[in-house]
């Protein structure tokens, strides 16, 4: 029989690995804590058949503001309320935006998310946003060649994936938003081969010197990241190998940056220090989420070198 009395246990081995910001707080983000789900109107009235979606679309319910708002919200796959008001503040004022969503999820063209954590007890975060069943409906009829989530699929990738999304979005919306921006794509397919790993975000970015492509890369905490990128690494080298690029479809053949983006500095020097990012076959350059929200895009880069993560200030990003 064991002896317990003598055994020693250390109970903060035991507690979950988070890596927080410089603030001693975690993004919520990239909260493994994170509950929640869709949190439903009153009244809630979705439409579940395209002739009902096409007679609400039909008879005056949508105005062309409308329209554009939820195409945006289908492109961005999962996007919260914040980066929503930012992309159409040319547009129209942050309460429009605000009433027209509230229209739009009454008929289940839209869904809100709410979200909980144990890290974040007082603040709430801006809402995200996906596509609900009437709205992807309408969305395949109108633009039946673009790919657009659905709906159920949510149930099956989890709120992990929506904080994906949105991390990834604040990196798209900041570019639109600096002009900047020429192309974008989710799951960018590799050497038209799609059963390479897909980069998860692909942006053709102009620069001065000509158009960069960067390859995004968001990890989360809730996940095997390591393994995740090592992964992808290794594929992409050996492609980079033959070919001497790495060819995205749909985009130019520009130079290309691999973007690790993480949730904090503290969380980028760990992966610098396993992955030994400056030895890699192709340029790689961190985004550290709390600095792009605090000192914007143009603030938020570091390159590897042997000794550490070197800052970089991107000029025509700022």
Not at 20 to 26: H, N, S, T, V
Not at 49 to 72: I, P, T, W, Y
Not at 104 to 122: A, I
Not at 289 to 306: A, N, V
Request: hydrophobic share 40%; proline share 5%.
């Amino acid at each position: 029989m064991n002896n317990l009395e003598n055994q020693s246990f250390t109970y903060e081995s035991m507690e979950y690995p988070y890596w927080y910001d410089k603030a001693g707080q975690i993004s919520i983000w990239d909260d493994p804590s994170v509950v929640g789900g869709i949190a439903l109107p009153n009244p809630y009235q979705p439409l579940t058949h395209l002739g009902s979606v096409l007679n609400k679309f039909n008879n005056g319910f949508f105005e062309e503001l409308d329209v554009v708002l939820l195409k945006l919200i289908g492109d961005a796959i999962a996007v919260n309320e914040d980066q929503l008001k930012r992309y159409l503040e040319s547009k129209m004022t942050r309460t429009q935006v605000s009433k027209r969503l509230k229209r739009l999820r009454q008929y289940g063209f839209v869904d809100r998310w709410q979200m909980e954590s144990s890290n974040f007890t007082t603040e709430k975060p801006p809402a995200p946003f996906t596509l609900g069943l009437s709205g992807f409906i309408l969305l395949k009829h109108l633009y039946y060649s673009q790919f657009f989530m659905e709906p159920q699929r949510w149930q099956r990738l989890g709120l992990s994936n929506i904080q994906r999304y949105v991390a990834v979005n604040e990196i798209r919306t900041q570019l639109f938003e600096n002009r900047r921006i020429r192309n974008w794509t989710w799951n960018g397919v590799v050497l038209n081969n799609p059963y390479l790993y897909q980069p998860f975000g692909v942006a053709e970015v102009e620069a001065p010197k000509g158009n960069l492509n960067m390859i995004i890369e968001r990890v989360q905490q809730s996940k095997d990241f390591m393994g995740y990128l090592q992964a992808r690494f290794e594929k992409w080298e050996q492609v980079l190998e033959e070919y001497k690029t790495l060819p995205i479809r749909g985009f130019n053949q520009n130079p290309t940056i691999i973007i690790i983006y993480v949730s904090s500095f503290a969380l980028a020097e760990h992966i610098h220090k396993e992955m030994v990012l400056e030895q890699k076959e192709f340029p790689v350059w961190v985004c550290v989420e709390e600095e792009l929200l605090d000192e914007r895009i143009g603030k938020s880069f570091y390159t590897p070198t042997e000794s550490k993560l070197k800052r970089i200030d991107i000029d025509f990003l700022a």
